[in-house]
């Protein structure tokens, strides 16, 4: 079982340029979630959907924009590359948002933008 | 504000020796806390978790943790550490009280296991 998928697993852009990460969960879960880490900061959430038709904003938002698809899918768009937005990039879904059940990672986008 | 520290950015330990990885936290609610690993260019794996009940806690891997309150720590513990434990390490908390609550991380530990 696949679990969480995510797309590209490498990318590189010019600052400027726009592009969308994709994340697909196959696990019937309600709630998903895009995160970014950077060295020594652990992972910051940048936007989370609790259940299919909603998303929210997390603790560094700016520069990104979330679409959730459908219940298995869940994109984040950068829409203006900024060299700051360097950085691994991780989805992950949940049974239901605030339970007692863990998050499943995907394996990551590593982001360059130069 | 929920908060989450990981004291030592890495631990150095030999093969077969026992590992602790210190993690505190400071939650309004009730904690929910959670370790997880993550190997090179892969994502975060679920190790264990304490919700309620009893302090110790076992994971995966032959990996416990010990929930102590008054401290608000959850510090991660194997009795013999492997080569393949090696590996960075998160520990997170969420406020148990709120069903909206988020997971916050630790920067992370990274755990050197050397033959």
């Known amino acids: 079982n696949a679990g969480v998928t995510q797309t590209p697993k490498f990318q590189v852009l010019k600052t400027g340029q726009s592009m969308t990460l994709q994340c697909a969960q196959d696990?019937?879960?309600?709630?998903m979630y895009w995160y970014r880490q950077d060295p020594g900061m652990g992972l910051r959430l940048i936007y989370y959907?609790?259940?299919?038709?909603?998303?929210d904003k997390g603790e560094v938002p700016n520069g990104y924009n979330v679409s959730r698809l459908n219940k298995r899918e869940f994109s984040l768009r950068l829409e203006s590359a900024a060299p700051s937005q360097t950085s691994v990039y991780f989805c992950?879904?949940?049974?239901?948002?605030?339970?007692?059940?863990?998050?499943?990672f995907g394996d990551g986008t590593r982001l360059s933008i130069l | 504000a929920q908060s989450v520290a990981q004291p030592e950015d890495q631990v150095n330990v030999a093969e077969g020796n026992p590992l602790t990885v210190k993690c505190t936290y400071s939650?309004?609610?009730?904690?929910?806390l959670f370790w997880y690993v993550q190997y090179p260019n892969r994502g975060l794996q679920f190790l264990l978790k304490y919700i309620t009940g009893d302090n110790l806690v076992k994971g995966s891997y032959g990996f416990e943790a010990e929930f102590n309150k008054s401290q608000t720590s959850f510090h991660l513990k194997k009795p013999s550490a492997l080569v393949s434990d090696s590996a960075l390490y998160f520990c997170?908390?969420?406020?148990?009280?709120?069903?909206?609550?988020?997971?916050?991380f630790g920067q992370g530990t990274t755990l050197q296991v050397k033959p």
């Open positions: 997170a908390v969420r406020d148990g009280s709120s069903n909206t609550g988020k997971l916050i």
């Open positions: 939650v309004s609610g009730n904690p929910y």
């Open positions: 992950a879904s949940s049974k239901v948002l605030g339970s007692n059940q863990p998050q499943h």
């Open positions: 959907s609790a259940s299919e038709g909603t998303t």
């Open positions: 696990m019937n879960h309600n709630s």
